[in-house]
């Protein structure tokens, strides 16, 4: 797959947008201040393709971006740090949700987190609902950059014995957004996932 032909294709604020359940969706989610948008300007070798804001949590849509007639990455709201009002983040809250429950061609969920704060009580959220749907996940412990090699190992290890309860199939990488660190076994994954 070439991620760097990923396109801006529109951003939903209810299911209803979504473009036809058809072809095969990945999708990336993360708490506020994991990274999520460097992750992607990562992936697509595109600095502008996600807004990267130094206030957490600028998401607050659905936002698709097509890789090919048939594929798609879809970048899910923020969760769990932004500065808005309880209503709005219940509303995001929802629509992640229902999106997730209801869409058809969604293959897998990548799911971002800082590798100081791995597994916050969102991220085992999101575990718990991909462990009710059969979901496959990939974890990113991004900004591992922050870290020396073994620390950035001991929380891997760490992060392997905390996903033991979960029966869908989770996998677990070492990343850095701005070292481009991991980036060619999180591209194998996400090609796995696009070659179903």
């Given at each position: 797959?070439?991620?760097?032909?990923?396109?801006?294709?529109?951003?939903?604020?209810?299911?209803?947008?979504?473009?036809p359940d058809e072809g095969i969706?990945?999708?990336?989610?993360?708490?506020?201040?994991?990274?999520?948008?460097?992750?992607?300007?990562?992936?697509?070798?595109?600095?502008?393709?996600?807004?990267?804001?130094?206030?957490?949590?600028?998401?607050?849509?659905?936002?698709?971006?097509?890789?090919?007639?048939?594929?798609?990455?879809?970048?899910?709201?923020?969760?769990?740090?932004?500065?808005?009002?309880?209503?709005?983040?219940?509303?995001?809250?929802?629509?992640?949700?229902?999106?997730?429950?209801?869409?058809?061609?969604?293959?897998?969920?990548?799911?971002?987190?800082?590798?100081?704060?791995?597994?916050?009580?969102?991220?085992?959220?999101?575990?718990?609902?991909?462990?009710?749907?059969?979901?496959?996940?990939?974890?990113?412990?991004n900004k591992s950059d922050k870290?020396?090699?073994?620390?950035?190992?001991?929380?891997?290890?760490?992060?392997?014995?905390?996903?033991?309860?979960?029966?869908?199939?989770?996998?677990?990488?070492?990343?850095?957004?701005?070292?481009?660190?991991?980036?060619?076994?999180?591209?194998?994954?996400?090609?796995?996932?696009?070659?179903?």
């Open positions: 797959m070439n991620y760097q032909k990923a396109l801006f294709l529109l951003s939903v604020a209810n299911l209803s947008q979504l473009p969706e990945v999708a990336i989610v993360g708490r506020s201040n994991a990274g999520k948008s460097s992750v992607l300007n990562q992936l697509t070798q595109n600095k502008k393709l996600a807004r990267v804001s130094k206030t957490p949590g600028r998401t607050q849509l659905i936002n698709l971006f097509k890789l090919d007639e048939h594929c798609r990455l879809a970048d899910l709201p923020g969760y769990g740090y932004a500065k808005v009002p309880p209503s709005v983040k219940q509303k995001w809250q929802a629509l992640l949700d229902s999106y997730l429950r209801s869409r058809e061609c969604l293959r897998g969920l990548i799911l971002v987190m800082d590798i100081r704060h791995p597994l916050k009580e969102f991220d085992h959220l999101m575990l718990d609902w991909t462990s009710q749907c059969d979901l496959p996940v990939h974890i990113l412990l870290l020396t090699q073994s620390a950035a190992s001991k929380t891997l290890r760490e992060v392997k014995e905390g996903l033991k309860p979960y029966e869908n199939e989770v996998t677990v990488q070492i990343f850095s957004a701005t070292k481009g660190k991991g980036i060619k076994e999180f591209r194998e994954k996400m090609d796995g996932w696009f070659d179903q």
